[in-house]
């Protein structure tokens, strides 16, 4: 049964930083693109970034609202995706989850493993 675990969530004042990691297990895990959604209270989930798959090139993408002070990397050994969070923002705080698709990134929520997510809370 395939899992994803999240970790690294918490409490960071405006300005700061904080890196999310998120673990899998019974995943192939280099044949699968990993993304970063983030869901606000009363809103959408949305894409934060994604990482693609060893076929893919490892390409990486993000949204608008995170390009420049977010970085999505993954480490296939350890099967594990991670997501460095710089120069936080009040606006950055929701849930964070993870979330797993069969090679290639999607903005879109349509994949096919999630996590249960990760509470980032950023105070101005």
């Known amino acids: 049964q395939v899992q994803l675990v999240e970790s690294g969530g918490g409490l960071v004042q405006a300005g700061g930083s904080l890196r999310l990691s998120c673990a899998a297990s019974e995943l192939p895990f280099s044949r699968y693109a990993m993304g970063w959604f983030r869901q606000r209270p009363g809103k959408e989930r949305e894409f934060v970034a994604g990482?693609?798959?060893?076929?893919?090139?490892?390409?990486?993408a993000y949204g608008d609202s995170v390009k420049g002070r977010f970085t999505i990397s993954r480490d296939n050994a350890k099967s594990t995706v991670y997501l460095q969070m710089n120069s936080l923002k009040p606006e950055d705080t929701a849930v964070y989850y993870c979330?797993?698709?069969?090679?290639?990134?999607?903005?879109?929520?349509?994949?096919?493993?999630w996590g249960r997510g990760t509470q980032v809370t950023v105070s101005s």
């Open positions: 979330a797993a698709r069969f090679l290639i990134v999607s903005s879109s929520p349509d994949y096919s493993y």
């Open positions: 990482a693609e798959s060893s076929a893919r090139g490892n390409n990486t």
